[in-house]
């Protein structure tokens, strides 16, 4: 019976290959434990918050698809058409399921109906999973989702670390973005760091324009919270994410540091997005959404004069999909000359490959 806590991941730097692991891919989506007792299902987020209602056309899959009795970890995504055929995986599309008025949940489950692709076997009948060994879990979660086709499907594994390498780099190019690593020894430990997970990095120098201030900034204390980041695209410069996890003392340091830059709203190249009261296409900073209701949004705008270099995983769109980690300052570029033409951008891969893939483990 929910709560339970799904059981997490640490990062490494590369593929395991010293044998043990199962590998699989890394969905990029909301965490999800499935509960189903005949007609009655709860979906519970990673932090054990119900998604059941916002998620109605899954709940239907449900009841359709899986064992009458059953509880199943997994992840919930949206996928849309690509225009060069294909699907890839669009989490901005499936934040937007999350919402408050009934109808427009009802309509956005028609308009971009959600998947759910499980990866693990906690319960099936009677018979609880949790203290049995992966290669056991999976072998039974096969046999139970046996013939998926979506919208729920069953997630590809391998023990072959020379695959697993492969679809860290092929399945990016679907939206996934990573690889995830099982000990096939190791038990479901509920809020334990027990597998392992492999993620993209990938360097930017991104234009320094504008910061937040820390929560707990004070007018005694000023402490720096975040860096706005840009990037410029036809000579305009475009908000492209946050660099933030600064220690206190360099938060202090960072905003001492900053203020020469300081500038008026209307002189700087994002003066033109104050007429936004609420959140619009381009997430402009400073903009509310019903993610952000009740934070202050507000910044300082700085004169885009500092360059700095990031670490960030993947874009989302024209953002990065996190917070970039700060690197370095890059006192040799020219603000002007970064673009997002210095990005990395995966070769197109369709989602239905990996979902569909016809092969022991696979979807079908």
């Not at 038990?187 to 234009?207: C, F, G, I, W």
């Not at 997430?283 to 949004?297: E, F, H, N, Y």
Request: with cysteine; net charge negative.
């Amino acid at each position: 019976m929910p709560p339970v806590q799904p059981m997490l991941a640490k990062p490494v730097k590369g593929v395991p290959t010293d044998g043990g692991h199962s590998f699989e891919p890394k969905w990029d989506g909301f965490r999800c434990l499935v509960f189903r007792d005949g007609d009655e299902v709860e979906l519970a987020s990673r932090n054990t918050k119900p998604l059941t209602r916002y998620f109605p056309d899954l709940v239907a899959a449900v009841r359709e698809q899986l064992p009458e009795r059953c509880v199943l970890d997994g992840e919930i995504f949206v996928a849309l058409s690509t225009p060069g055929g294909g699907e890839r995986l669009e989490f901005e599309r499936l934040q937007e399921r999350i919402h408050p008025a009934t109808s427009r949940v009802d309509m956005l489950a028609r308009e971009t109906p959600a998947g759910f692709v499980a990866f693990d076997l906690l319960a099936l009948g009677d018979e609880s999973y949790l203290d049995r060994p992966f290669s056991e879990r999976r072998a039974a979660l096969e046999s139970a989702l046996a013939g998926l086709a979506g919208p729920c499907y069953l997630t590809r594994t391998t023990t072959d670390p020379a695959e697993a390498t492969e679809w860290f780099t092929e399945f990016e190019g679907a939206g996934l973005d990573g690889v995830i690593a099982k000990p096939l020894a190791a038990p479901y430990s509920q809020n334990v760091r027990t597998m392992l997970k492999v993620k993209h990095e990938r360097t930017a120098d991104v234009v320094v324009a504008g910061y937040r201030e820390h929560k707990t900034s004070t007018p005694e204390r000023p402490l720096l919270g975040s860096l706005l980041l840009g990037l410029y695209d036809d000579g305009e410069l475009q908000h492209v994410g946050v660099s933030a996890s600064f220690t206190a003392a360099r938060r202090a340091s960072l905003i001492e540091e900053l203020q020469p830059l300081v500038c008026p709203i209307q002189e700087h190249p994002w003066g033109r997005w104050q007429e936004f009261l609420t959140a619009n296409p381009d997430r402009v900073p400073g903009t509310q959404s019903r993610w952000s209701a009740g934070k202050d949004l507000s910044f300082t705008p700085l004169r885009p004069d500092l360059v700095l270099e990031v670490k960030y995983d993947h874009m989302e769109g024209r953002r990065f999909r996190h917070t970039a980690q700060f690197k370095r300052w890059r006192a040799d570029r020219d603000p002007r000359s970064c673009g997002y033409e210095q990005l990395e951008e995966p070769v197109s891969y369709d989602l239905g490959r990996v979902l569909g893939a016809d092969t022991k483990g696979g979807a079908r």
